[in-house]
């Protein structure tokens, strides 16, 4: 089944949120190598990105390999990015409180520091780049919040029996493959 137009902006979204994550990952890994892996605050913005990535990784997987997956659904997928949200905002709040006192002029560091000089213009990319992989991520999930909130109220209580990449609002009237408007229900055991 091809994507609706909310499955690909939705996807969109997350292509993007993916991108930021592998700049996050690309810098956060410099910035430990030049010390060794040693500074917890630097070494938090590293295991977020490849946590992030490997959770992005499989959600899209999941949601291009199966028609029906259920991690692609918007009770799952609100759930996953309002926790991540949440780790990045309180992550993002302890590395910058630790990065504020690395000067914001890079240049003002002498030429015979050149080593110096690029991990400090890497933390500030990356001190820059870990608030903008959460702005994404936050507004990925009060986006899908509010969407869903928006169908369900309008009626369209079927958006959480299907993933959003291939949620069609009109369908609820007329009948999804996804919902619970079989002919078949009137057999189904009364509890």
Not at 81 to 90: E, P, Q, R
Not at 136 to 165: D, E, W
Request: glycine share 4%.
């Amino acid at each position: 089944m091809a994507f609706s137009s909310v499955g690909r902006k939705k996807i969109s979204a997350q292509v993007a949120f993916l991108l930021v994550n592998i700049v996050v990952l690309a810098l956060a890994a410099r910035v430990n190598s030049f010390q060794d892996f040693f500074f917890v605050a630097d070494l938090f913005p590293l295991c977020m990105a490849i946590i992030t990535l490997v959770v992005l990784v499989v959600l899209l997987s999941l949601d291009f390999a199966l028609d029906n997956s259920y991690t692609g659904r918007a009770q799952s997928e609100i759930a996953v990015y309002g926790v991540l949200s949440i780790f990045w905002l309180a992550f993002n709040a302890f590395s910058t409180a630790r990065w504020r006192l690395i000067p914001f002029t890079c240049g003002a560091i002498p030429d015979e520091f050149a080593e110096e000089r690029t991990w400090c213009k890497d933390i500030q990319a990356l001190k820059s780049f870990v608030w903008i992989n959460w702005l994404i991520c936050f507004f990925i999930f009060t986006m899908t919040l509010r969407y869903s909130v928006a169908q369900y109220t309008r009626g369209n209580k079927h958006i959480f029996q299907t993933p959003l990449s291939r949620y069609e609002p009109e369908l609820g009237a007329t009948g999804s493959a996804f919902g619970r408007d079989s002919e078949f229900l009137q057999f189904e055991k009364i509890n």
